[in-house]
Nanobody
């Protein structure tokens, strides 16, 4: 069964940090590029960061220099380290295969607020 389970979200103050995790199962994780997406209230889903099979990373301009995507192929897990969080980073964060999606997980809520 193909499954993505995101975790690690929460409430954090501006300038704070969070580390998100996404555990994948049911497909060959190690031969797929993976990505993190987010969806803020009233907005569409946005590609935040992606990582290739070999670990090459790409970021959206809005998070470049603050977020780091990584992967552990032994654990079938992809991570998103977020630092310097801003109010506008508030969203539900999802991971998925890139570029061809599989069924989405439930996501993890990140709220940046004082």
């Amino acid at each position: 069964q193909v499954q993505l389970v995101e975790s690690g979200g929460g409430l954090v103050q501006p300038g704070g940090s969070l580390r998100l995790s996404c555990a994948a199962s049911g497909f060959q994780f190690g031969v797929n590029a993976m990505a993190w997406y987010r969806q803020a209230p009233g907005k569409g889903r946005e590609l935040v960061a992606r990582i290739s099979l070999g670990g090459v990373t790409t970021y959206s301009d809005s998070v470049k220099g603050r977020f780091t995507i990584s992967r552990n192929n032994d654990k079938d897990t992809v991570y998103l380290q977020m630092k310097g969080l801003k109010h506008e980073d508030t969203a539900v964060y999802y991971c998925n295969r890139f570029p061809i999606w599989i069924p989405w997980g439930q996501g993890t809520q990140v709220t940046v607020s004082t």
